[in-house]
Each structure stands twice: as structure tokens, then as C-alpha cells.
């Protein structure tokens, strides 16, 4: 669909604006916004409920996605930022992630991380405001006024003083009717695909825990496991512990190397060996020319921890524990880091993707995270680990489930990549339909009722 232009444009005087409407003004945000009005006193009653929202919390074209029901005395210490209905939130720090939200209608106890920014209209609409904030070419802005390297941040008195266009009151209004109505539609279209995709996950998952806890044959006689994650298995099968499947060499199973045989100082550049992170195992894709490397001289003073093709990376700490993927041939030695476990299969009775489609369900079914230790962060124990339950039919039928899932995954992964694309291009639409309204590239007065309309 087209839409019309306005009739005049000036220059904005600013290079990612380009021209707006003649009628428009080109104001910094602190001209019809204030910011970071409101914080909770240190005073307040370590019982007082509050509903908190960290930038972990806020998702890009989804606002607000997960709060945390704390007391004032358990929450942590950047737990300040008091919102209201109409603020728009946006992160100061790591703006990379471009957590922006417009709060509607919050409960009286929200309250954000003192990483935001909360942004509160002062003479702008604020549904205008909330979409200009969220304007492509303004997020851009915000990213590249951040300073630092790891946690690249914004000032808030910086943040404010961006400039963005700024249409009469009642031309914001139908700006905003218009973005509602349209967003809308394009939104319910991305969650019909998201919804999709948790039922493709799902389809997914369930063929996984099928072929590798019951087979392929579903007439074989079964017999129980005596684990609750696997239940009953064929009667075939034999029952063990993960550490069973591992080689018998030395090192087959093994947590990357700590204290001082693996620090930041000890990355060179185009070192002569790679170090394999837990991103790898979380992700399953390797990017050559991104991976940190470190010497052949320190390398061997951590051999315990080499690494190569075939083995299965598991990621020992963070959200994401317990992932694994299996490491593929690579160009030159490489070390598993500290965050990671390595895993060496007995390739003799066991094919490394059996193996590994078994620590994928046991990751599914909770029994990695049932062993995780509860600390300020999860961390698997190499102990826990080797204990984990396993069960193996004969190599033959490994390799039968293997190109068994193989081929239904790989149906099931294109559907899932299928309706991913369909969400990537339906939220560049998004993105693109917003920043078009807000800068003024088209005209949506005459799309949306009038007030004069909507009164009779």
C-alpha cells in the first residue's frame, strides 16, 4: 500500500532526518519531555511490593515482556526508576539491545532499573512520543552517541538532548491513532507466527524425546528406566550414566581451564590456537574470524582442556546451561574456555550425534537443570554432569535414530525458519511504517477518523 507525501518540506537540519514537513519543528526531546522523573526513596519500607522490570525484561517491538514481583529490601539497589502510564522506557546502557517500551497502563507498583531512562511526555501526545522513540533512525542515533565497549552507554541529559520532529498536537494524535491500527494488525500477524513456531518447537522436541528414549520400532517390548526424565526405554537398551559413554582416553571429560591459565591478557590476535566458548554450544554455529585465539605457549600449559572435532561443547554457566553442540573440524588446535564443558565420545560404541540428541532431551526434560547448582549464577558441576542418566541401544540403531531425526528435523527446521523470515519482514514493516509516520515520509491525517467524525 502507498501512502501520500505532504504538500511542503523544509530541511530538518539534521543528516538521519533528511527533510520534514513544512509545518513540522525540529525540537530537542527535552523541549516536550522530561526524564527520570520519579524515584523510590531509600526510605521506603523494606516490605513495600514492587513490580520490577530489568533490561532483560524489555524486548525490542514487544515492550515489556517480564516483570519480577520483589519486597523494597530483596530488590537490588538500581530498583528506583518509578513509571507511569505514558512514559516510554529506554536503556542507557548496552542501547545495542534496543530495550524500549511504552508503558500503558502499569500497575501502581512498576518499577524499572535506574538503566533506563524513563522518558515522560510533558506536551507531546503520548503515543507519538512512544513511537518516535522507537524510530529506526532515532534508535540508530542512541546507539552511536554511546560510549564504551562492553556495556556501551548513553547519558540521560545526552539522551534528551537528540532532536526528532515534532508535528502540531492534534497532527501527533491521528499520528499515533493511525501507528495503533496499524501496528496492531502487523502485531496479531507476528504472534500467529510465533505461535507457529512454540507448536513446530514442540513437534520438534517430542520427536527428539521419542526416537531417543523409545526407538524407532514401536512394537519392541519396553522396560522402565527407573528415571523419571526417560521413563520406559526398549528392553534392548542398556541403562547407565553419561560418564559411560565417554572416551577412554585421557581428558574425555573435562571443565575448560580456570584461574590463571585462561585470562583476558592471554588473547592474541590470530594466535595459533582457538578458544572454543560457551556460545558456540548455545548457538551450534562457529564463526572462524571471531574467535579468540591464544598462543602455542600457553597452550601447553592448559592441555587438559584441548579440544577438537567431534567433541560435544556444553555451556557450563549463564541462562543458557546445559546447551550443547557437537564441534566441528577445525583448521588448527583449539581450547574449551572456562565457561564450557568438553565432552570426548567413545566413537567405538556410541555416535557422537547420539549422544548428543540424548543431553538435548535430558536439557528439554529439566534433568540438566535439576542439577545445576543454585548459585547468583547457575553453573553445572563436571561431577553432575558424568552422573547424568543415559540410555544407548546398539550403535547401529544410534545411527538408524540419527538419520531418523536428521530427516524429520530438517523438515521441521525449515518450517521454523520459514515462519521466522515471515516475522523478520513483518517487523521491518513495523519498524519501517513507524519511522515513515514519525519523520514525516508520509502523510496519515486523512487515514484515520477526524475528531469532528468520531464526536458526531
Known amino acids: 500500500m502507498s501512502f501520500p507525501k505532504y504538500q511542503a518540506y523544509k530541511a530538518s537540519g539534521i543528516a538521519w532526518l533528511g527533510n520534514v514537513p513544512a509545518t513540522w519543528s525540529v525540537l530537542p526531546l527535552k523541549a516536550v519531555a522530561t526524564c527520570n522523573d520519579e524515584v523510590l526513596p531509600e526510605g521506603t519500607d523494606g516490605d513495600t511490593a514492587i513490580e520490577y522490570v530489568e533490561i532483560s525484561g524489555v524486548e525490542e517491538g514487544r515492550g515489556i515482556t517480564q516483570t519480577e514481583l520483589l519486597t523494597f529490601a530483596?530488590?537490588?539497589?538500581r530498583a528506583r526508576r518509578v513509571v507511569r502510564h505514558g512514559d516510554v522506557l529506554i536503556s542507557t546502557v548496552r542501547t545495542y539491545l534496543r530495550a524500549i517500551a511504552t508503558v500503558s497502563h502499569p500497575p501502581e507498583n512498576l518499577v524499572a532499573s535506574t538503566g533506563f531512562a524513563?522518558?515522560?511526555?510533558?506536551?507531546?501526545?503520548?503515543?507519538?512520543?512512544?513511537?518516535?522513540?522507537?524510530?529506526?533512525?532515532?534508535?540508530?542515533?542512541v546507539i552511536a552517541r554511546s560510549v564504551g565497549i562492553s556495556y556501551p552507554a548513553i547519558n540521560a541529559s545526552d539522551l534528551?538532548?537528540?532532536?526528532?520532529?515534532?508535528?502540531?498536537?492534534?497532527?501527533?494524535?491521528?499520528?499515533?491513532?493511525?501507528?495503533?491500527?496499524?501496528?496492531?494488525?502487523?502485531?496479531?500477524?507476528?504472534?500467529?507466527?510465533?505461535?507457529?513456531?512454540?507448536?513446530?518447537?514442540?513437534?520438534?522436541?517430542?520427536?527428539?524425546?521419542?526416537?531417543?528414549?523409545?526407538?524407532?520400532?514401536?512394537?519392541?517390548?519396553?522396560?522402565?528406566?527407573?528415571?523419571?526424565?526417560?521413563?520406559?526405554?526398549?528392553?534392548?537398551w542398556t541403562l547407565m550414566r553419561l560418564k559411560h559413554a565417554?572416551?577412554?582416553?585421557?581428558?574425555?571429560?573435562?571443565?575448560?581451564?580456570?584461574?590463571?591459565?585462561?585470562?583476558?591478557?592471554?588473547?592474541?590476535?590470530?594466535?595459533?590456537?582457538?578458544?572454543?566458548?560457551?556460545?558456540?554450544?548455545?548457538?551450534?554455529?562457529?564463526?572462524?574470524?571471531?574467535?579468540?585465539?591464544?598462543?602455542?605457549?600457553?597452550?601447553?600449559?592448559?592441555?587438559?582442556?584441548?579440544?577438537?572435532?567431534?567433541?560435544?561443547?556444553?555451556?557450563?554457566?549463564?541462562?543458557?546451561?546445559?546447551?550443547?553442540?557437537?564441534?566441528?573440524?577445525?583448521?588448527?588446535?583449539?581450547?574449551?574456555?572456562?565457561?564450557?564443558?568438553?565432552?570426548?565420545?567413545?566413537?567405538?560404541?556410541?555416535?557422537?550425534?547420539?549422544?548428543?540428541?540424548?543431553?538435548?532431551?535430558?536439557?528439554?526434560?529439566?534433568?540438566?537443570?535439576?542439577?545445576?547448582?543454585?548459585?547468583?549464577?547457575p553453573a553445572l558441576s563436571l561431577g553432575e554432569m558424568s552422573n547424568l542418566p543415559f540410555v544407548a541401544p546398539p550403535r547401529t540403531e544410534q545411527q538408524a535414530i540419527v538419520s531418523f531425526l536428521v530427516a524429520s528435523l530438517g523438515e521441521l527446521d525449515g518450517l521454523i525458519t520459514e515462519a521466522q523470515r515471515g516475522i523478520d519482514l513483518l517487523q521491518e514493516r513495523r519498524s519501517a511504517i513507524i519511522s515513515s509516520a514519525v519523520t514525516g515520509k508520509i502523510d496519515v491525517r486523512g487515514l484515520v477518523p477526524q475528531p469532528e467524525a468520531v464526536a458526531a
Open 118 to 141: 524513563a522518558i515522560r511526555p510533558r506536551s507531546a501526545h503520548p503515543g507519538f512520543l512512544g513511537y518516535l522513540l522507537h524510530c529506526e533512525y532515532l534508535i540508530a542515533e
Open 246 to 377: 565417554t572416551s577412554r582416553e585421557k581428558n574425555a571429560f573435562v571443565d575448560g581451564p580456570f584461574g590463571s591459565n585462561l585470562k583476558s591478557e592471554h588473547f592474541i590476535d590470530d594466535g595459533d590456537v582457538y578458544v572454543i566458548e560457551s556460545g558456540f554450544a548455545t548457538q551450534g554455529r562457529l564463526n572462524l574470524s571471531d574467535l579468540k585465539t591464544i598462543s602455542a605457549e600457553h597452550f601447553a600449559t592448559i592441555d587438559r582442556s584441548e579440544t577438537r572435532g567431534g567433541d560435544i561443547i556444553i555451556a557450563k554457566i549463564g541462562a543458557q546451561f546445559g546447551k550443547s553442540s557437537i564441534l566441528p573440524t577445525l583448521d588448527k588446535p583449539a581450547v574449551v574456555s572456562g565457561n564450557s564443558l568438553k565432552l570426548t565420545v567413545n566413537a567405538e560404541d556410541f555416535d557422537v550425534n547420539f549422544v548428543n540428541w540424548q543431553l538435548v532431551n535430558l536439557k528439554a526434560l529439566g534433568a540438566i537443570e535439576d542439577i545445576v547448582n543454585a548459585t547468583a549464577q
Open 160 to 236: 534528551m538532548r537528540l532532536k526528532g520532529p515534532i508535528p502540531g498536537r492534534e497532527e501527533q494524535a491521528a499520528i499515533a491513532t493511525f501507528l495503533d491500527r496499524e501496528t496492531a494488525k502487523i502485531d496479531a500477524l507476528v504472534e500467529e507466527q510465533r505461535n507457529l513456531i512454540k507448536l513446530l518447537k514442540e513437534k520438534r522436541q517430542a520427536a527428539i524425546s521419542q526416537a531417543v528414549t523409545k526407538g524407532l520400532n514401536q512394537n519392541a517390548p519396553m522396560k522402565g528406566s527407573g528415571n523419571q526424565w526417560i521413563g520406559t526405554v526398549p528392553e534392548h
Open 74 to 77: 530483596t530488590a537490588p539497589s
